[in-house]
């Protein structure tokens, strides 16, 4: 599932695609990279506070390091009712493009086979949200992504499931909305919106000879 992410962009974007203000402090630390979302790594994240919007800076991982690997997705809404039928409780993540790993292994260089990525935008929309659920815990927050079933695109690279992407009109019913419309939202992006790109392999680029 997701476990890479990218936001391309500064936090001005979000502030005024999203209507929203800052709740945090940026962080200044050079650990800080938001433009390469990774397990456990911070992210920009859009919450309700009161009735306007916020920007906060949390850590991708639901529990907080509290499982043997993170919470990075969650699909099942029953099992997550608690969190999920409250809407201060759910959060959108703003993004520009998402990676799924290909089924498949490539010989690529030296070393052993490894996977591709295959990096997926929204055409109609240059920063996307996700929908998210968050919780605190002690004075860190944490965060995970809400996942349905795939579209047509996503579905040949990973058939069990796919980020849910909102379309702009239903950030606010995300945000303020009933269980039921938690329900309702949880459903793929249109394939038609969508493009994806690759594999690419990263990790095996060749590093420039120094002279």
């Not at 919007?53 to 699909?75: C, E, F, H, K, Q």
Request: net charge neutral; with cysteine.
């Amino acid at each position: 599932m997701c476990n890479r992410a990218r936001f391309d962009g500064e936090p001005e974007t979000i502030i005024e695609r999203f209507s929203a203000q800052w709740l945090a402090d940026k962080p200044m630390d050079n650990r800080f990279n938001p433009v390469e979302l990774v397990p456990r790594g911070r992210a920009y994240v859009i919450r309700r506070d009161g009735k306007a919007n916020g920007l906060d800076v949390m850590s991708w991982d639901l529990l907080g390091n509290g499982a043997a690997y993170p919470i990075t997705n969650v699909r099942d809404a029953k099992r997550w009712r608690p969190r999920l039928e409250k809407p201060e409780g759910r959060c959108l993540i703003p993004l520009t493009e998402f990676c799924e790993w290909t089924p498949q292994s490539f010989k690529v260089g030296e070393g052993r086979p490894i996977k591709g990525e295959m990096w997926f935008n929204v055409v109609d929309q240059d920063v996307f949200a996700v929908a998210g659920v968050w919780q605190q815990l002690g004075a860190k927050r944490w965060f995970a992504m809400l996942t349905c079933d795939p579209n047509e695109l996503v579905a040949p690279v990973h058939p069990k499931a796919m980020i849910t992407i909102l379309h702009p009109d239903d950030h606010e019913r995300w945000l303020t909305g009933s269980y039921d419309d938690v329900l309702a939202l949880q459903r793929p992006y249109p394939a038609d919106r969508m493009t994806v790109r690759g594999p690419v392999f990263p990790t095996r680029t060749p590093m420039p000879r120094l002279i």
